[in-house]
């Protein structure tokens, strides 16, 4: 080429920058702009909450490499070789003139940019509703550093008592630490009848009750109406009362910006982002799209689906810049991992929950284990709760979820390359992780996960579910409820309705036990309530269920204290 | 079968325990009885050097379950409805008869048990050398409760000051901090070159200045000679020198108790552990064996191989009860990997390292990548160094390393993962890894380490190793050693005969270097050495390397401070 190849790049925060960084060290004299209509490029909006918090000290830090230089626009053209375009919005596209319209936000100066290729990186914008007086003051969204810095005038100034959060996602649920930590009484207002809509509804239960032992109240299936105050919010009214409220977070998702894209006639996909083929390449192959503003696939499903994260837009922007430079990179598709940390719990979850997988048509088992993510002994071992979703006919592992103070997204991480390369448990349940009691138990907690379930697979376990024993002891349903712990266990905590007989006494006080009537079994972490109910199956019991997850994994109410 | 099929199980500590408990789950009224000659069940031995440093406080909690019951014969008996016969010895089988002889140490009483399956988890010895004098007061190995209590008795009468310990191996290096907290001097001999024979030179550099910034003297290179003491030990006589020594722990390894074994003309394998197929079964088929005593598959390579460990005996013992129970199971093999806790270093590797996979016969090129293992913004990150090695023809990952305070073991698993399905690291780069900023930088640090390796795959990045820089330094030969960091960082540390140029003025002094002599630039992890090596390639400098891992990974001596 005589003409060094130009590329625009429209979006700067971080699908963007990536496309420009690995284009100019492929083609070190293309001619890379990147146009932003904000001021700030390549920041980490995921790092807000924790700027809030006081966590990050410096909103610079958030814009800066790991050595400290702030990416900015001279950072850009200095080092990078990349043009920058700042406070400029992309206004249109002429797909056939190869041109890109921008307007100077400083002047109101229209221009156009001549392009070879055409990188769309738009990103999101939160989802606002609208609702009566939803433009009052000291509501906010909690996207970009304007919206931070909003947040944490009104908590510098202890003038957020009362927050009200609106939406039990990500974002919402991440920031809710820092408001705890100010000072502040917090609220989360959720429609759904749970939190982490991408978490089977026990788990997320068990991350409420941990959010409430904090403090936090949880209001699920509660639908907001409108909110109410004199020039600054004052209250936020749902279908069920009204909450008080000198500040509100709206954080109920975020909608893939593509007005550029769908004037310029792009395919727009079925999850309303732009679609893409696994080279990242809109509908017009001159142009490409990645980041917040596109649709990926489900890794395992095919199904096309919306999962705006930093970590997937930087893959992709590496894809973008592979193939605009004459190579033929793909991006696979992407599996909804996800972690987010809530008070002193690691929430982390992979693939397909329960309930996804079911309205997928799938036949599942799942596992259930509580343990500790390390050896047992050691001080630093902390509760974990896993659980897995495993396909019934071919034993592949679907999903995984995990909650509480342990590591949970190191076996999430293990999962989620389980699933990529199609594992069955039987073949997770031997893989060579690390193992030493600093690290991790002899049997890692996503191989006992992965033994749980091969146990149900091969029918020597029976599993309920917490929720359906639940059910039938509200219903009054006559069975027996069989707590096979230590009378100690029992004293601290237990579920009420129950029999106690240990494991160790069972054998000998079989006789105790009718043979005619259904038994569910649990103890701590239903493992002494697998053996129970291997023993009493032996003894010709019939009808003996061993409840998942044992007490530990129970998202109901417990009893506690001595009786 | 009219009669309970009876499974006699030798060695109670790891796999033994393991097969009888999952026997009896598959079949309740099977007659199982384990043999073993010590007192304790299933102890966790690896747990041992947590307990002589007093992070486990009773060594009760070693041979307990997770909820604190301790696992004597009585629980066996009780709760797992196994027959133990402890302070008693196997000594003889009679493969014909199916029965073995056993010896009871109590009233040295000799009897047969008939058996229908027979498994020999007969575990591993410390190997120790006969030397002059081995034999003296206060040499231990650390292998035995026994052992952990004689050190811990020197320890709390403060009469083990200076402390030697035979071998840069796991157990020899897990026990340093322990003896370092405690106040001792402590002397790590190693026959050879370098510390942890698993991790490859310059990785295995970095532990050793590591521990040497805590104080401990390592001395590889140095061969023991003998002991010399009045009854208790004094000295340690080396090749080099001669180590004043109140307490020794030999560590050189583990050898496989194969003796029942042999006599019973059971084949051994090359490693000198009991030979199985991947049924675990021995050359009789009605004789299993599984952990410390067999020999075990690479999964990467198919050669023999002996890791002894905990996680793995627990896998085959359950693989074993699955066989002998009529189901059919298979242990696929290991990767070797491994973990362990330096100080506040996670030191941890699995699969082929770079030296291993040479051997191999592997053509294969590395990456190495230096990075905070969180979002570098957040005050909990840390830094974590990685390897990888990857094999050039089929692009697949062989094997990863790990070191520095970060979560090396996450990663090691994911590796771990990685390399069972045969992933290439165009793969590993897009795997859909947990992503927020407690938990993961954006682009997680193995994904970045996957990506150095496919610009290097690619021909974008020459590496060379800092060990072939030391050697060119030390030989004088000319060429430029450009560090492309901020004179801020310069300042700080820094690498002698460099020039120093960062990366933001490099294109406007670029007239300042020689196009006809070699350059090798860095920075502090060498990603901006990158980005200068595509400026200076596009400029015309054509003898243009970047050194692996840069300064972070240099593990030679460094200046410091102002010039």
Same mark, same amino acid.
């Given at each position: 080429?005589?003409?060094?190849?130009?590329?625009?790049?429209?979006?700067?925060?971080?699908?963007?920058?990536?496309?420009?960084?690995?284009?100019?060290?492929?083609?070190?004299?293309?001619?890379?702009? @990147? !146009?932003?209509?904000?001021?700030?490029?390549?920041? /980490?909006?995921?790092?807000?909450?924790?700027?809030?918090?006081?966590?990050?000290?410096?909103?610079?830090?958030?814009?800066?490499?790991?050595?400290?230089?702030?990416?900015?626009? !001279?950072?850009?053209?200095?080092?990078?070789?990349?043009?920058?375009?700042?406070?400029?919005?992309?206004?249109?596209?002429?797909?056939?003139?190869?041109?890109?319209?921008?307007?100077?936000?400083?002047?109101?100066?229209?221009?156009?940019?001549?392009?070879?290729?055409? !990188?769309?990186?738009?990103?999101?914008?939160?989802?606002?509703?609208?609702?009566?007086?939803?433009? #009052?003051?000291?509501?906010?969204?909690?996207?970009?550093?304007?919206?931070?810095?909003?947040?944490?005038? #009104? %908590?510098?100034?202890?003038? /957020?008592?009362?927050?009200?959060?609106?939406?039990?996602? #990500?974002?919402?649920?991440?920031?809710?630490?820092?408001?705890?930590?100010?000072?502040?009484?917090?609220?989360?207002?959720?429609?759904?009848?749970?939190?982490?809509?991408?978490?089977?509804?026990?788990?997320?239960?068990?991350?409420?009750?941990?959010?409430?032992?904090?403090?936090?109240?949880?209001?699920?299936?509660?639908?907001?109406?409108?909110?109410?105050?004199?020039?600054?919010?004052?209250?936020?009214?749902?279908?069920?009362?009204?909450?008080? +409220?000198? &500040?509100?977070?709206?954080?109920?998702?975020?909608?893939?910006?593509?007005?550029?894209?769908?004037?310029?006639?792009? *395919?727009?996909?079925?999850?309303?982002?732009?679609?893409?083929?696994?080279?990242?390449?809109?509908?017009?192959?001159? @142009?490409?799209?990645?980041?917040?503003?596109?649709?990926?696939?489900?890794?395992?499903?095919?199904?096309?689906?919306?999962?705006?994260?930093?970590?997937?837009?930087?893959?992709?922007?590496?894809?973008?810049?592979?193939?605009?430079?004459?190579?033929?990179?793909?991006?696979?598709?992407?599996?909804?991992?996800?972690?987010?940390?809530?008070?002193?719990?690691?929430?982390?979850?992979?693939?397909?929950? *329960?309930?996804?997988?079911?309205?997928?048509?799938?036949?599942?088992?799942? +596992?259930?284990?509580?343990?500790?993510?390390?050896?047992?002994?050691?001080?630093?071992?902390?509760?974990?709760?896993?659980? %897995?979703?495993?396909?019934?006919?071919?034993?592949?592992? &679907?999903?995984?979820?995990?909650?509480?103070?342990?590591?949970?997204?190191?076996? @999430?991480?293990?999962?989620?390359?389980?699933?990529?390369?199609?594992?069955?448990?039987?073949?997770?349940?031997?893989?060579? %992780?690390?193992?030493?009691?600093?690290?991790?138990?002899?049997?890692?907690?996503?191989?006992? /996960?992965?033994?749980?379930?091969?146990?149900?697979?091969?029918?020597?376990?029976?599993?309920?579910?917490?929720? *359906?024993?639940?059910?039938?002891?509200?219903?009054?349903?006559?069975?027996?409820?069989?707590?096979?712990?230590?009378?100690?266990?029992?004293?601290?905590?237990?579920?009420?309705?129950?029999? &106690?007989?240990?494991?160790?006494?069972?054998?000998?006080?079989?006789?105790? &036990?009718?043979?005619?009537?259904?038994?569910?079994?649990?103890?701590?972490?239903? %493992?002494?309530?697998?053996?129970?109910?291997? @023993?009493?199956?032996?003894?010709?019991?019939?009808?003996?269920?061993?409840?998942?997850?044992?007490?530990?994994?129970?998202?109901?109410?417990?009893?506690?204290?001595?009786?």
């Amino acid at each position: 080429m005589s003409n060094p190849m130009k590329v625009v790049i429209v979006g700067g925060v971080a699908a963007g920058p990536k496309v420009a960084a690995k284009v100019i060290r492929l083609i070190p004299d293309a001619d890379v702009t @990147i !146009v932003e209509k904000g001021e700030f490029l390549s920041y /980490a909006g995921c790092g807000l909450p924790y700027y809030v918090s006081g966590v990050v000290k410096e909103q610079a830090e958030l814009m800066s490499t790991p050595v400290g230089v702030i990416r900015d626009s !001279v950072f850009f053209q200095k080092v990078k070789n990349v043009h920058v375009l700042n406070h400029t919005e992309a206004t249109k596209i002429d797909r056939v003139g190869k041109r890109v319209q921008v307007r100077n936000g400083s002047n109101a100066t229209e221009s156009w940019l001549d392009y070879d290729k055409l !990188v769309l990186a738009t990103g999101g914008d939160p989802v606002v509703p609208s609702l009566p007086n939803v433009k #009052l003051e000291n509501i906010f969204t909690l996207h970009g550093v304007h919206d931070a810095e909003g947040i944490k005038t #009104l %908590l510098s100034q202890n003038k /957020a008592r009362d927050v009200v959060i609106v939406g039990g996602g #990500l974002i919402g649920v991440e920031s809710t630490e820092a408001l705890v930590e100010k000072g502040c009484r917090v609220t989360i207002v959720e429609m759904l009848p749970q939190i982490f809509g991408m978490l089977d509804w026990e788990i997320a239960k068990l991350v409420e009750q941990h959010m409430e032992s904090h403090g936090v109240k949880v209001l699920t299936g509660t639908k907001l109406e409108s909110f109410e105050g004199n020039g600054k919010v004052e209250w936020v009214v749902t279908d069920q009362s009204r909450l008080s +409220a000198d &500040l509100v977070i709206i954080a109920i998702g975020v909608r893939p910006n593509v007005e550029l894209a769908r004037d310029a006639e792009l *395919e727009i996909g079925t999850t309303g982002a732009i679609k893409v083929d696994q080279h990242m390449r809109t509908s017009d192959p001159d @142009i490409y799209a990645a980041g917040d503003c596109v649709e990926c696939h489900d890794l395992l499903t095919g199904e096309p689906c919306y999962v705006p994260l930093g970590s997937t837009a930087n893959k992709q922007g590496r894809v973008v810049a592979n193939n605009i430079c004459g190579e033929s990179d793909i991006f696979p598709g992407v599996l909804g991992s996800t972690v987010c940390k809530v008070f002193d719990y690691c929430v982390a979850r992979t693939g397909l929950s *329960e309930k996804a997988a079911v309205t997928q048509g799938y036949e599942v088992v799942t +596992a259930m284990a509580p343990a500790p993510d390390k050896a047992h002994f050691m001080p630093t071992a902390k509760p974990l709760l896993l659980k %897995l979703v495993v396909e019934k006919k071919s034993r592949r592992l &679907l999903g995984a979820q995990a909650t509480g103070p342990g590591s949970g997204d190191k076996r @999430i991480d293990i999962a989620a390359m389980a699933i990529t390369s199609g594992m069955t448990v039987d073949q997770l349940a031997n893989a060579d %992780l690390c193992y030493a009691p600093p690290y991790a138990p002899a049997m890692d907690n996503i191989i006992t /996960a992965a033994n749980v379930a091969r146990n149900k697979l091969d029918g020597y376990m029976v599993g309920v579910s917490p929720m *359906e024993v639940h059910q039938v002891l509200e219903e009054g349903a006559d069975f027996v409820f069989l707590d096979v712990r230590s009378p100690a266990e029992y004293e601290q905590v237990r579920l009420s309705g129950t029999t &106690l007989i240990p494991l160790g006494a069972l054998r000998g006080r079989l006789n105790e &036990l009718p043979k005619d009537k259904e038994i569910v079994v649990f103890c701590k972490i239903s %493992l002494r309530g697998y053996e129970a109910a291997l @023993i009493l199956k032996a003894a010709g019991f019939d009808k003996v269920r061993v409840m998942d997850g044992g007490i530990a994994m129970w998202p109901f109410e417990k009893e506690s204290g001595p009786q």
